[in-house]
């Protein structure tokens, strides 16, 4: 009952932003019609028009989950962000260390330790002097911004192609499942972790102490699971998951195989995760489904720019008027518990 009531309240929420965009679009002169019936109907028509909105879901699943971990213990970590830009920096490290097919379990390994090191100061800083998560995270996702793209306009600049890095070796990627699409195994991948964080957060111990820490810090204190901890857990979880959405842009996404030097291939996954974590309730299977949803919105933009002249902006403002809605409705929910 109470999956049902949170299913219909984020029904309600995106209902509310459509219908407001629906205006924005009416008073500002563009097609109403040509728009909506770009952006919800025509990535349903073509095979590489539905395979490239899941190709675009994928980063968007596992930074969600990085939201998603950090709400399940009261918790508001958006460095999902950064850590997408350093799993992706440990991606082109992996590439111009190694230029053979291991390239791509290093390109995992060096991603998700960086993203996992990036992920746990500001854990260390919440659990040693209470500094907040949101202050701290942002703080971190601008270092990694300019950090990153320092590194990829100098040491793994691509002399051939200065706007990107080094490309990743061709017999190291992830290539595409069906030709002429974008669609890799990296979407089942992130699928898989997805299933992965909804099992531990609701079947395991791990889980059980992030759920109790974060509805009632006090009961947790009492129980004996130390609030540190479940910081400790909800950041290391987050920054693996956010470290291999960075890892995926550049290991399995056609026809690139880089990271832009602007970090254009990069830029606002994290912020994304976190409209699909919220429209998905904090639920791992609820953010899956809304980061599939984002992903059609995604590839449904690129045809409302080419059909009704709707800027992609649209899209983004949709997002926006979505977790303003939520937000709100969380923070009545919030002021009730207290």
Do not use: C
């Amino acid at each position: 009952m109470r999956g049902l009531k949170g299913f219909l309240e984020s029904l309600l929420s995106l209902l509310a932003a459509t219908a407001v965009g629906a205006v924005v679009v009416y008073l500002s002169g563009y097609d109403l019609a040509a728009t909506y019936y770009s952006m919800f109907v025509v990535p349903f028509t073509d095979v590489v028009y539905l395979t490239s909105a899941l190709a675009a879901a994928t980063p968007i699943i596992l930074t969600g989950l990085t939201f998603a971990l950090g709400l399940r213990a009261g918790l508001f970590n958006i460095g999902g962000e950064g850590q997408v830009y350093m799993g992706a920096l440990g991606a082109v490290m992996a590439a111009y260390l190694v230029k053979t097919a291991l390239a791509l379990p290093l390109s995992f390994l060096l991603g998700v330790s960086l993203a996992v090191a990036w992920a746990l100061v500001p854990a260390f800083l919440k659990i040693s002097r209470g500094v907040n998560e949101v202050v701290s995270t942002i703080m971190m996702n601008w270092i990694a911004y300019w950090l990153v793209i320092m590194e990829a306009a100098t040491t793994f600049s691509n002399p051939v192609q200065p706007s990107e890095t080094i490309k990743f070796p061709s017999q190291a990627r992830l290539t595409p499942l069906i030709s002429g699409t974008s669609l890799t195994a990296g979407f089942f991948l992130a699928v898989a972790v997805a299933l992965a964080v909804y099992w531990l957060l609701d079947k395991s111990i791990i889980g059980y102490e992030l759920t109790v820490a974060g509805m009632n810090p006090t009961a947790a204190k009492v129980a004996g699971i130390p609030q540190s901890r479940a910081v400790l857990y909800s950041f290391l979880l987050g920054g693996v998951a956010s470290g291999i959405a960075g890892v995926l842009q550049v290991a399995a996404m056609p026809p690139s195989y880089s990271l832009a030097t602007n970090l254009a291939n990069v830029y606002g996954l994290g912020f994304d995760g976190i409209t699909a974590a919220m429209l998905g309730r904090g639920n791992p299977l609820g953010t899956l489904a809304a980061a599939l949803f984002l992903g059609i919105m995604e590839e449904g933009a690129r045809h409302m720019q080419a059909i009704a002249m709707t800027p992609f902006e649209f899209v983004k403002m949709i997002q926006g008027i979505i977790i303003l809605i939520i937000s709100i409705r969380m923070l009545e929910l919030w002021r009730r518990r207290r």
